[in-house]
Structures are given as structure tokens and as C-alpha cells.
């Protein structure tokens, strides 16, 4: 199975470990995985900020770099969101409704297209506590959303449970958001933080030693947010769970 | 309070940050806040929860109102015909303007120097009480929230509990101003039973009374309010004459259809599983009057917004303000208008654009809003529009609109964005910078930066992964 990996621009520059455990988790698990070379960013940024015009281009170098692929796989529910549903600025011809369509973020890409549920390899003896980002939760359609009066599930939980030794804990309100938002996070900076302590707090009150998630943007907004509270929480993509990584040990 | 929470807000655009800045400042304020509306919302979800058919009841909803809007003009004239025949008297008002004028016309060719009301958005909406006070008419709030922010003199933050950004303790102290309690006790009890005996006179008193509607029965006529403490009775019905304040898109087909709002209209604003009064409206009582007013006031240009047009499908039940995390910690009158949160965030930029063009950016677009909603209005989604079309009339900074611009530019070209990205030190100022303008300086307020890598991923891969292709090779 041939499938694009898109790095989306944050992930590139600030977290590149979560580029390189999407990369090694798919090719564990038998992807032919390539990496366009040519890739930036899929327009969100613009987009989220109303300014969808100036997504056009980045939107048009998306859909060309990424057009050849049977799947093509991100380890950012956001960012999978923004193309899947709004990458609307350029012209949605064949090739772009195609792109959009085969477009998939890394959990719901192992758990509905691989259907993998078994990560042998994988162990993590900490107490983590999952977060679950808006876009994944309610737009990507990862886990029940608390609102709905709808039968459970989660994506992410069936995945997480092949993992040895994890221990799974349960914050307050556990699909609350962290207040990350997009630009949100500088154009409306009181409220962002005050609700990324919030979060933490929560996570933290709830014993957890990691908070892990399919979002790096939120991880890192907590991630700034605990630090400034010096609260000990670690944070973790789950992509490096998956594939191996046993985190710090205690 | 805060000076600045207390004023009004005044005509220039609303600035949502300075004031939830404001509001967060004040930790036992916001921390009782975020509780008491989380508080709700989770006594909703097991409400929510305990009906089965809850989710196809919002379906129903959401398609009742939807036909209804699609066949206003029949449904409003069936209604006016059945009111008329019940032996109302029917008003039609474009504006708020007009409702005010009617409204005062009522009272005073009737000598009306008292009126007694029930809490109504649209008459705060319309901005009544002051142009009656303006023209001799006392008004008095009877709704206990609403009567605590009319003694206050401020507008109601949240639709179902006006007042609900205050502790007790404010309360104590708004009343020992105003009807004389004890500044040292903040029981609500004390404080409640206060209220009513300063308020019940004005019953007896008032001339006329006066209720918003909930709900609209083209089918009978008949006007259905909803409260808890059963003043809307009083109103309605203590006075000789009766004035009842109706938004269009209030009207719903038949007496049938009611049933399916009512099981979910408290359930979903208090999480209670119905309002201690549903009080029914239908004619004026022996020897007295009443008159409605059905008030127009945008609704029926924001019909004709292809993307807006289902916000007025809208109950004002404030579950949405219930669970958005930037409400509940920012509060209500860091939105500047009439409605706030969720819902005030897509209705205000009809009637302001640019007085409320900061509210479609006070959101994360998390969603949830959609998701309580009972009538399933695409909340998030109305906001990520009002978005571009904010920025389509020119409603966004300077430095915002050229950050953008900029940023499109470089993630549109992989060689410039390269540049920015390339190198260890560059990371940090780089890549960010160019979605915006220098957010590292409100990132780092109140966050740690993330510490930048040695490399990035892109270089990574041209190390290790590249290379090793073209080795294969
Ligand atoms: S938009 Fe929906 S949730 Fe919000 S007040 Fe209206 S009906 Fe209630």
C-alpha cells in the first residue's frame, strides 16, 4: 500500500520525532511510505484566520504534491480536519475532491483502514491520560463526543489498550477544549491560557504522569502551559507510543 | 466587579479580549463562573442521557423549525388570524424602533405608568426599557436574575440565568444598594425572598404586564412562555392588560409540535427535566386586553443568508453557552451585545457587523456548541464563516490581514519555506511568525515556547532517508 506521509509545517519544525514515529510505525506495519519532498502546510493557518483566499496557493501545492497517492496519512487530526472540510479555497476539481478524500489521520488511518489493534512492540508503563483534540474528537469522528446521547467508542483507547503496561486515567472533563484553537492560541491569549491551565490541572488532578494525544498542536500549547504552572506532566504524541517509544522511565 | 465589567458596553467594536482579560483576573469570579456553567452543562448530558430518543428529538426539532422558516409568511398569518379571532390584538414590528413605539403607544393611550415584565431577550434586544423609563413608564423585572441586573444596571450575561456571573455576595451588595437587605447576608434565600417582597407590589401596581414568547402556535394563537418562577403568570396575567414580544422565528405549526421543544428546552438550558411554569397565552381575560407584537428586526433579511439563515432556528435555551469553554471564562458581557457565546457569536454580526467583529474569532471552533444544540444549528461552522466574511469587508487588522497575506506566500512556495524553517536557531523565529505576526509575544505571556530541535523533520529525512534512497539506487 503506497501512502503519502504529510508532515504539517509545526510538526516539521518543532516536533520532528513525531514526524519520524508515523514514518517507522507505518512502515512496521507494511506501508510503502513516501515523503513529497516538495509539501509545506495545508492551509490552515489562513483559513481558520478567515482569510481563505491566501490558503489558495498553499491549498493548490497540497493537492499537487499529494495527488499521486492512495492515502495520504498526517499525525495531526487538525490539520486532516482543515483538509478533509474546509480546504475549499482552490478549485475542487477531480484531483483536489480525490486528495481531500484519501486524506486520513494516523489513528483513524490504523484503526479503520489498517485495522490494526495489536502493537507487539510497543510498551509504556506510565499513568497517561488521553487527550482527545476538538477536531478529532467531533469533526474526525475519533471517540463518542460527551454531548452526543450516542452509543460509546474510541479510536484512539482500542489503540492505546495493545500497548503493554499503560494505565489509562480519566480527567474531569475529559473532552473539554484545551483552548489551543489555531491562531486562537495568540489572538485570543487570556482565554487560551487560562483554559490550557485549566486542562493541565485537570489531567494532573487526575494522576497523570503523560497526557497523550493525535494533536501535537494542543500538546504543545499544554506543554507551555504546564511548564509556566511547573506542573511534572510529560507529553506525548501517539504515534510514538505506537511505535515503541517507553517514554521516561520513573 | 470590575469597573470595566460593570459599564455597558458602548457602540465601538467590541474588544472580547480586554474584557475577558478582565474577567479572568478575577479568579473567584471566572473559577465560580466556568463551575456553575459546567455545572449545567453536566446536569444536562444526564438528562441528555436518560432520554432514549434523544438524539432523533433534536433531529425532529431541528426539522420542524427548518419547515417552519421555509413557510414563515403562511405560518404568521395563520397565526395573526387565530390570535385575532381569540380576540388578541396582533402588531407587526420591522424593527426595534417600531416594536418601542407600539409598545409605548399601548401604554400610554391607556395611562399606563407601571409595567410589570418577564424576562424577554427581544425587548433587551430591542433596547425597551429604556425608552419606556425615557417616557415616564416605570418597568420592573420580575425574572429574580434579570431584576438583579436591571437594580445593577447591567445587561443579562447569559440568556437563561442573567445574572449568573455573580456571586452571591455581589448580589448581597447590589441589593443593600437598591431595596434595602442586609449587605452582611448573602443567603440566597434571604436575598430571593427580598426580591419578591420588593417586587410584589409593583404586581398589584402595574397597569400592564408583559412577557417575551418561547413559542408561537400558528394552530391556536396562543403565545407559550417558560419560566421557573412562575412571573411571567403574574405578569400576564395580575394586570388588565397584556403585551406579549414575539421574534418571528418563534412560531411553531401546531400545539403537536410543542411537546418536542418543551421535553428538551430546560433539559437542555438548566438540565432540569421542565420549567416549573408552561404557561399558555390565548386570549385577554374578562374585562381586560392583549396585544402582541411580532417583531421582524433583521430576522427576515437573515432568512434570505444562504449560510445564516438556521440560526433562527435558535430556542434560546443557552445550552451553547453552557459548555464553550471561552464563554464560560470569559462571561457574558465580554461579548459586548444583547446574546453571548456561541449563539451571540453568529446573531450579533447581523445586526453589527462591525460592532461585533471580534466574535467569530472568540471561539476554538471546538464544536461542542453544535453538539448540545436541540435544534442542531452548525454553530462552529456559522462562526468559521462569519470569519471570512469579517475579513472579506475589511473587518480585520492591518497587521493581521498582511500576516496572513504573507504567510500564504511563503507555505505556498516549498524553496522560501525551506528558508524560514532551515536551520536550528531560525526554527523559533521562523516558521510561526509567518502564520502570524510575531505570536510569540502572547504565546509567551502566559506559555513556555517549545524548544527548538536540532533539526527539522524535513532535515532529517534528507539525512537519513534520502541519502540512503539514493545509496540504493
Ligand atoms: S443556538 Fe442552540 S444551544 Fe444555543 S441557545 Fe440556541 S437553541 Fe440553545
Redesign the pocket.
Known sequence: MRVALFVPCFIDSFFPEVGVATLELLERLGCEVVYPFDQTCCGQPMGNSGCETDARAAEALFVRNFADYDYVVSPSGSCVHHVRDHLTAVEQDSTTRKVRASTYELVEFLHDILQVRQFPWAEFPHKVGLHNSCGTLRRLGHAKPSELNVPDWSKPLDLLRGVKGIELVMPQRPDECCGFGGTFCVTEEPVSARMGYDKVRDHSGAGAEYIVSADMSCLMHQKGCAERLSLPLKFIHIAQILNGDQGEMA | MSAVLGKKVGKKSVDHVKISREFIADEPHIAFHDKRLWTLRTLRDGQANAIPEWEELRVLASGIKEHTLTHLADYLEEFERNATANGVTVHWAKDAAEHNRIVHEILATRNVDTLVKSKSMLTEECDMRPYLEARGITVVETDLGERIQQLDDEPPTH?VVPAVHKLATDVAEVFADTIGTDRNNADPHYLAEGMRQDTRPYFLKAGAGMTGANFAIAETGTVVTCTNEGNADLSGNVPPLYIASIGIEKIIPKMEHLGVFIRMLSR??LGSPITQYTSHFRGPRDGGESHYILVDNGRSERLAMDDFWY?L?????????NTCPVYRRSGGLSYGGVYA???GAIINPTFDLKKYSALPFASTLNGS?TN????K?N?HEQIYKWRQIVVEQGEVSFVKKEAMKMAGKVLADPKRYRQWTAGTNKALAGLPRSFLYNPFNAWGKQRELPEPPKQTFHQWYAANRQAKEEDEQ
Open positions: 440568556i437542555s438550558a440560526s432556528k435558535c430556542i434560546r435555551c443557552g445550552a451553547c453557552m457565546g456561541p449563539i456548541c448540545v444544540c436541540p435544534v444549528i454553530i
